[in-house]
């Protein structure tokens, strides 16, 4: 099955430091953050400003496709219900 990302909603979890977005592999739910120093990686302006909520979704929406296709591949060798992407995973 491959996994899909129908639902466009994301979120900020201020307690992981992360934006938490879900992804489907057939009917399983799975879970995934990404960790805000993964998303400065990308977004140079939240790398040099602190991040806020509003800044880490926008930037979190302006690399969706980027970061979805990350957690395919991540998802494929570790598949598990919950999946923290970090910077490691943008390299």
Known sequence: MTLAFPNPSRSFDAVRNAVRF???DG???????????ALAKSD?????TRA????????FDAFRATIQEVARKVYSHRRA???TL???DFR
């Open 22 to 24: 879900i992804g489907h």
């Open 27 to 37: 009917m399983f739910e799975v879970l995934f953050f990404v960790e805000i120093d």
């Open 44 to 48: 140079t302006e939240l790398h040099r």
């Open 52 to 59: 806020s909520e509003t800044r880490c979704l926008s930037a």
């Open 81 to 83: 219900t919950s999946v």
């Open 86 to 88: 970090t910077a490691a």
